[in-house]
């Protein structure tokens, strides 16, 4: 395998496009944000990357709250508009027919009603970094779709039909290749 050399690059792919919702629940906004991740376990906390020329990041900053809401295949094309829209011109909510709802630990922050999974942040740190400034956000709770619970109350993301986002293109989530320590887990007797 022959190999070129490029300059540096913020290549990592796929990344999960998410709806990231702030604002007010009388004025909520959505903005998709590419550059979204897992930061830490206990405490559970998330990050989130906006350039502060953004209208969200003035929202976020101001309350100090967002949250997180993982968009399906139906909402692909929300999380693209929603990508090249600014909440300065537009109601992204009223203009598509969605629905910001209250969050449950933070009943002032908008969810996306319309997203199975909503994680409320709240902001912990903020990082400028250059072109964007980093949000380290405590997840203080999670809203849940009962209909991605199986009958013991486990959760089936499978069913929730998320999109990651690669190299310019929005994809479906495929099938299983396998599952956390399957390399090493031992096989059952017969």
């Given at each position: 395998?022959t190999?070129q050399?490029?300059?540096?690059?913020?290549?990592?792919?796929?990344?999960?496009?998410?709806?990231v919702?702030c604002?007010?629940?009388?004025?909520?906004?959505?903005?998709?944000?590419?550059?979204?991740g897992?930061?830490?376990?206990?405490?559970?906390?998330?990050?989130?990357?906006?350039?502060?020329?953004?209208?969200?990041?003035?929202?976020?900053k101001?309350?100090?709250?967002f949250?997180?809401?993982l968009p399906?295949?139906?909402?692909?094309?929300?999380?693209?508009?929603?990508?090249?829209?600014?909440?300065?011109?537009?109601?992204?909510?009223?203009?598509?027919?969605?629905?910001?709802?209250?969050?449950?630990?933070?009943?002032?922050?908008p969810v996306?009603?319309?997203?199975?999974l909503?994680?409320?942040c709240?902001?912990?740190?903020?990082?400028?970094?250059?072109?964007?400034?980093?949000?380290?956000?405590?997840?203080?709770?999670?809203?849940?779709?009962?209909e991605?619970?199986?009958?013991?109350?486990?959760?089936?993301?499978?069913?929730?039909?998320?999109?990651?986002?690669?190299?310019?293109?929005?994809?479906?989530?495929?099938?299983?290749?396998?599952?956390?320590?399957?390399?090493?887990?031992?096989?059952?007797?017969?």
């Amino acid at each position: 395998m022959t190999k070129q050399s490029w300059k540096g690059s913020a290549l990592l792919n796929p990344v999960p496009p998410v709806l990231v919702s702030c604002g007010s629940l009388e004025k909520p906004n959505l903005i998709t944000v590419g550059w979204a991740g897992t930061v830490c376990t206990r405490p559970p906390m998330v990050s989130i990357s906006l350039r502060p020329e953004r209208y969200s990041y003035g929202l976020i900053k101001a309350s100090g709250r967002f949250a997180v809401n993982l968009p399906t295949e139906a909402l692909v094309r929300a999380v693209d508009w929603c990508g090249v829209k600014s909440g300065r011109d537009v109601d992204k909510f009223a203009a598509l027919g969605l629905h910001a709802g209250a969050g449950a630990v933070h009943p002032d922050c908008p969810v996306l009603d319309e997203s199975p999974l909503a994680l409320e942040c709240r902001v912990t740190q903020c990082i400028p970094l250059g072109s964007h400034e980093l949000f380290l956000a405590e997840v203080a709770g999670v809203l849940v779709d009962e209909e991605l619970l199986d009958e013991n109350g486990r959760l089936c993301l499978d069913r929730a039909r998320l999109i990651a986002y690669s190299h310019g293109e929005y994809r479906a989530l495929g099938r299983r290749l396998g599952t956390f320590g399957y390399t090493v887990k031992k096989k059952k007797r017969k």
